[in-house]
DNA sequence: CCAGACGTTGTT
DNA sequence: GTCTGG
DNA sequence: CCAGACGTTGTT
DNA sequence: GTCTGG
């Protein structure tokens, strides 16, 4: 899963969003950490824009305050059941948090808690597709926040997540040019965008545990460990780009989850605010799906 | 996600 | 708000 | 009916 | 052990 990622430079993701509204502001981050407020993206009135919301996400229900459970992290098989991710699903709260790597730990024997860095190798920045919603405080403070969706893990990840049992998680994501798909297409479309990336487009090497901190910051955190060795989880050198397809191969069943009920499409802001109070007027807009060319352009490329 | 705190009374 | 548990 | 929860991952 | 804060 995905508690603690990076940030390329602002302009660096201006450049590829093509963003209706500018909204946000930051600078590249190492080291951000669940409850800060992050960059994402989302689609008001047909707008592009990019805005900061808090990373963990508070329900409208909530009134303003943040849970005591954890809000950060989505499972794709619970968008549809949880009561905190329903409604945002009904209403078509889609949102992109924009990347550009991120750290998952692997504990060791020595109990010793190891960071890894894991990146893209084909794209430079990325998006996690996550949910957002809007919690209203009493004192009428108006909390925009979101979640990122997470899915079961592919190779890479699974062996960083070295547990025996269960298939272990790893957040989705989503490629510059998908991202439109997550954030304005149908509800089959945005449902077939949650999926692992495929392995042999990532890379994973260790990093200093001085990450582990989340008050630590800087370039430095993701520079390879120093003093690194080749470690016993051989799988994790390094994928280069155009390296074997490495297909077939499959090991144990392949884990078929239960299908998650579709999304609902994209609505508009007021529907977000509005619909969660009160009875969904004749007046409210549902977006249309866009045409069905966009879903045949996704190819299935499952199998890491 | 990990790190760090985890408590009270009553005030220099 | 909506669902589960008692 | 009302009260209470509302979440995730990994368990070295 | 469990919760809060970043």
Redesign the pocket.
């Known amino acids: 899963?995905?508690?603690?990622y990076i940030l390329a430079q602002q302009a660096k993701f201006e450049r590829e969003l093509r963003l209706g509204r500018i909204d946000w502001s930051f600078s590249a981050r190492y080291n951000v950490?669940?409850?800060?407020s992050v960059p994402a993206v989302r689609v008001i009135e047909g707008v592009h824009e990019g805005v900061m919301m808090r990373w963990?996400l508070i329900?409208?229900?909530?009134h303003g305050v943040?849970?005591?459970?954890?809000?950060?992290?989505?499972?794709i098989?619970?968008?549809q059941?949880?009561?905190?991710?329903?409604?945002p699903c009904k209403r078509g709260q889609r949102c992109i948090q924009v990347a550009a790597g991120f750290?998952?730990?692997h504990?060791?024997?020595?109990?010793r808690?190891q960071?890894y860095f894991v990146h893209l190798t084909d794209h430079e920045i990325f998006g996690f597709p996550g949910l957002w919603d809007r919690s209203i405080a009493a004192d009428g403070t108006v909390i925009d926040s979101c979640a990122l969706v997470?899915v079961p893990?592919n190779e890479l990840l699974r062996d960083i997540?070295?547990?025996?049992?269960?298939?272990?998680?790893m957040p989705a994501i989503l490629a510059p040019a998908d991202f439109d798909l997550w954030l304005e297409g149908s509800a089959p479309q945005a449902r077939a965008a949650l999926r692992a990336y495929p392995a042999r487009r990532m890379a994973a090497y260790r990093v200093s545990?001085r990450v582990?901190?989340?008050?630590t910051e800087g370039a430095e955190l993701i520079e390879p460990a120093r003093g690194d060795e080749p470690s016993a989880l051989h799988l994790l050198r390094p994928v280069t780009l155009g390296s074997p397809p490495a297909r077939c191969g499959r090991r144990g069943a392949p884990s078929t989850e239960p299908l998650v009920e579709q999304l609902a499409p994209p609505v508009h802001a007021e529907a977000a605010t509005d619909g969660?109070?009160h009875e969904r007027g004749a007046e409210t807009h549902v977006c249309p799906d866009p045409p069905a060319d966009r879903a045949e352009h996704y190819r299935a490329d499952e199998g890491e």
């Open positions: 899963m995905c508690g603690r950490a669940p409850s800060q963990g329900p409208f229900f909530a943040p849970p005591r459970y954890s809000t950060i992290n989505a499972s098989e619970r968008l059941s949880a009561p905190a991710w329903r409604g750290y998952e730990w504990l060791e024997a020595n109990g808690k960071p997470t893990a997540h070295n547990t025996g049992a269960h298939p272990g998680r545990t582990n901190s989340p008050k969660a109070q």
